[in-house]
């Protein structure tokens, strides 16, 4: 059981290119999520899905978009890269909202120069 | 105003001490609550949930004052292996979104 898996670990990327992450998760959660986590702002919600086809905003969304074609696996997309979307990604799942708890890959490192 | 807010630290306490981190809340309707520890370039792992008459693991005993809004984490007789940075996380209302704390590092020294 492998739980939340996230590819790739490392990225550097220049100005202006795309990428995309992926996220994958073996424990039939409904609930996805991606985070960024920057030095003294924690981590900050960036889109997030409640089930297989929907989508929804968080805190922080310009700059990237998601897609949940899939029940096990939520795509981020970054379109064209900029240095301030250099940081640390994290994807979470649930198994439903309220009581349960985030389960989070072990994130990936992005650099944009 | 933030969400979620939390005392940076750092808490740098001697092995077998008791330390308590406090993490305030915005919105009242909050739903859910947790603790999360995370090491140094890893990712959260779930610590422990928070529930309304408090509860305890071993060492570690967290509360929630819904009054005052914060919940606390208690971690007592501490061992080297505690140091961590400890983030606190609160539901929305609707229960769909996930709002953290930046974390409170704490170190325990020999």
């Known amino acids: 059981n492998a739980g939340v898996t996230q590819t790739p670990k490392f990225r550097v990327l220049k100005t202006g290119q795309s990428m995309t992450l992926l996220c994958a998760q073996d424990?039939?959660?409904?609930?996805m999520y991606w985070y960024r986590q920057d030095p003294g702002m924690g981590l900050r919600l960036i889109h997030y899905?409640?089930?297989?086809?929907?989508?929804a905003k968080g805190e922080v969304p310009d700059g990237y978009n998601v897609s949940r074609l899939k029940k096990q696996n939520f795509l981020l997309g970054l379109e064209s890269a900029a240095p301030s979307q250099t940081s640390v990604y994290f994807c979470?799942?649930?198994?439903?909202?309220?009581?349960?708890?985030?389960?989070f890959g072990n994130g990936t490192r992005l650099t944009v120069t | 105003r933030k969400e979620v807010e939390q005392d940076p630290g750092p808490f740098n306490v001697p092995e077998g001490a008791t330390v308590a981190f406090n993490c305030t809340y915005s919105n009242s309707a909050s739903q859910s609550f947790f603790w999360y520890r995370q090491d140094c370039r890893k990712e959260p792992k779930l610590l422990m949930s928070v529930y309304s008459s408090g509860n305890e693991d071993g060492r570690f005993t967290a509360q929630l004052n819904r009054a005052s809004q914060y919940i606390s984490l208690l971690i007592r007789d501490s061992k080297l292996s505690d140091s961590a940075t400890y983030l606190c996380a609160v539901t929305s209302n609707t229960g769909n979104q996930f709002y953290f704390g930046t974390g409170t590092s704490l170190t325990v020294i020999p």
């Open positions: 899905s409640v089930g297989e086809g929907t989508t």
């Open positions: 979470a799942s649930s198994v439903a909202l309220g009581d349960s708890p985030l389960h």
């Open positions: 424990m039939n959660h409904e609930y």
